[in-house]
């Protein structure tokens, strides 16, 4: 029998690791709702903005912390220039041009990191890396905590851009009604460039923050990838908010059912959750009708 | 069958066909006299790969099912192959076929809950379904788990029973049988009417359903076929390398997304576009990785990124492939089974 104190363990844990996968999943959520685009590279940009922290704590010693803007910025940059060059020319094409055309993005991110890089794993040490707390039997590592804190920062910021800003406002329109907000004098294609830029840049914050904690490799991108497409399935298609919550509940999904199989088959559970949903609730949990 | 096969062979495209099987029968002995192992292998490569392309191609260029889950057939026939071979001894001339078929069973249990997903929900599907196959067959024990399992040399007398050769110059015939076999099989089918009703289905689900065409049970067809062939590819790969391991066979990058990627560089609108698109596109994978990586192993991953940028150059220049840019080109007769790229 697992006693009670391990399973408050894992939901702590899930939520702390949920809370970064929300952060890839609302990225992806972004895009998917602005643009109607499905992002198969999304993981592969978190990579990137992992691999950012690790290079600048690695050759610049900055501390991951601080380098959050600037695997935000380098990877909003790239993702700016991926809508330009890309996205833009696939947006009306057939769907199967669409899923090759980012899928083609994803092998030469992945894989061109991977050559650049060497397939290694990689791992950043920071000074607070084994610095626990504990609150009766629940221990909570640091990094973890740290990572959540960004996350719900992120979040919050995300919430009040989207709410308050004028491009937030604008990208709202866009992802509403296209041609409307095109005729209320809206640059949708900037719009486009921003929300591609935005949608990647929050994912590689999560990268970021895992590279806190875990290890770090090109192909890291993959799993993220997946969990990512699951927390927007989830929490409903194109619904960035729905996509934070569902991030946490897979999380603790996740690590949560570790206990009670094999901790190699928790992925397994988490897939088999992800088609069950699809085939139930397309739209998902917090997601409106769609067509 | 023989009326299709004379409706088929007759016609210029008729005879290219014939010239072309004339070159892929004799190349393999060219190769084993020249001593070019390398070559040899690209050729198996690229038929087992056309093998497998155009059974993705029925689901997707004809029934618009776009499938990263053909590993799961791959894997599972390559699998089944294997266990047949070393825990009961059944001669892999036996084992591809049963390989195929309960690939194909497995392409039919998994078509129920899928084909009630459509367009890209069916696709991401597909992936996940790829990663739980890996996961599974990871952590079982029967099959090897993580390491995998691998068939013992067998001595010389037995060579023909196992299908055990040096080098790949005798299994490109047995490709080249079972891409027959495949042509023979899928050629009449996509000319009947269940063709028909398959692209019916791809251009507008609901308008054929309206027909009284039933669109699940005719997806259903064309996932069997796709699953068999793509399982006894799964075979050819078992009986060439003697080793399967879940992290090879159930791979979505090098597995599911290169035969994609074979299919859509060949063009999916046509039927033999699959093969061109393998043929042209599996050597230079392979030319990259075997010469270029291998020189400079510390650019491992240059071939993938090879891949990509291909990939993308399609996707965006040529999204019909390279058989309907060439028909578009006025280069060749225009088959009836192709048209125009479908819109969303």
């Known amino acids: ?291 | 069958m023989l009326q299709f096969m004379r409706e088929g062979l007759s016609g210029r495209n008729g005879q290219y066909f014939v010239i072309v099987a004339a070159v892929m029968l004799v190349a393999p002995l060219i190769f084993w006299k020249l001593d070019l192992p390398f070559a040899a292998n690209a050729m198996l490569l690229c038929l087992m790969f056309s093998i497998m392309a155009m059974a993705w191609n029925l689901l997707e260029g004809y029934t618009g099912q776009l499938s990263f889950g053909h590993a799961v057939f791959f894997g599972v026939g390559a699998y089944t192959t294997m266990i047949l071979m070393l825990y009961y001894g059944v001669t892999p001339w036996v084992g591809v076929f049963v390989g195929g078929l309960v690939a194909a069973l497995v392409g039919l249990a998994l078509g129920v809950p899928l084909f009630r997903l459509r367009s890209h929900w069916f696709a991401l599907a597909t992936i996940a379904v790829g990663e739980i196959f890996k996961l599974i067959f990871i952590s079982w024990d029967y099959v090897g788990g993580s390491a995998g399992l691998q068939s013992p040399i067998v001595p010389e007398e037995q060579k023909l029973y196992y299908l055990q050769y040096a080098g790949s110059y005798v299994y490109i015939y047995l490709a080249l049988g079972l891409l027959g076999l495949e042509l023979l099989v899928l050629y009449p089918l996509v000319k009947s009417r269940i063709g028909y009703y398959l692209q019916a289905i791809r251009e507008d689900e609901d308008a054929a359903m309206s027909l009284g065409i039933n669109p699940f049970k005719y997806k259903m067809v064309a996932m069997f076929f796709s699953a068999l062939f793509t399982g006894i590819g799964g075979g050819i790969y078992t009986v060439r390398f003697r080793f399967v391991d879940p992290f090879a066979v159930f791979d979505l990058i090098s597995v599911s997304v290169y035969i994609t990627i074979a299919g859509i560089l060949g063009g999916i609108y046509s039927f033999i576009g699959p093969i061109v698109g393998s043929f042209v596109f599996v050597p230079i994978s392979e030319y990259v990785r075997v010469y270029i990586v291998s020189r400079f192993p510390r650019f491992y991953g240059l071939h993938v990124f090879v891949l990509g940028v291909i990939l993308l150059a399609i996707s965006l220049l040529a999204p019909e492939g390279i058989m309907g840019w060439l028909e578009k080109r006025g280069y060749l007769m225009k088959g009836r089974e192709t048209g125009e790229v479908r819109k969303e």
């Open chain 1, 1 to 291: 029998m697992i006693g009670l104190d391990y399973v408050a363990n894992a939901v702590v844990s899930g939520i702390l690791i949920g809370s970064v996968y929300s952060l890839v999943g609302m990225g992806l959520a972004l895009i998917w709702g602005i643009m109607d685009v499905i992002n198969f590279a999304q993981g592969d940009y978190m990579m990137l903005g992992a691999f950012v922290t690790y290079w600048a704590f690695t050759l610049a010693g900055v501390d991951p912390l601080l380098s959050v803007p600037l695997s935000f910025l380098v990877t909003f940059a790239l993702g700016v220039l991926t809508q330009r060059v890309v996205i833009e020319r696939v947006l009306d094409a057939p769907m199967v041009s669409q899923i090759t055309a980012t899928f083609a993005v994803l092998l030469m991110i992945r894989y061109g990191a991977e050559a650049a890089f060497g397939p290694y794993t990689k791992r950043i040490y920071v000074p607070y890396a084994d610095v626990i707390y504990r609150f009766g039997t629940v221990s909570l590592q640091l990094p973890r905590l740290i990572a959540f804190s960004v996350s719900l920062g992120v979040a919050v910021a995300f919430y009040v851009f989207l709410k308050t800003t004028y491009t937030g406002v604008a990208l709202r329109a866009v992802s509403q009604n296209r041609m409307a907000a095109y005729l209320m004098g809206i640059n949708v294609r900037k719009m486009y460039w921003i929300a591609f830029g935005i949608g990647v840049g929050i994912s590689a914050v999560g990268g970021t923050l895992v590279a806190t904690f875990l290890p770090i490799h090109p192909e890291m991108g993959g799993f993220y990838a997946l969990i990512a497409f699951i927390v927007v399935v989830f929490g409903g298609f194109g619904s960035v908010f729905g996509a934070y919550i569902s991030g946490i509940i897979i999380g603790v999904t996740e690590s949560v059912s570790a206990l009670f199989i094999s901790p190699s088959l928790k992925d397994v559970v988490a897939f088999l959750l992800f088609i069950a949903i699809i085939l139930v609730k397309p739209t998902g949990l917090f997601g409106t009708e769609q067509r």
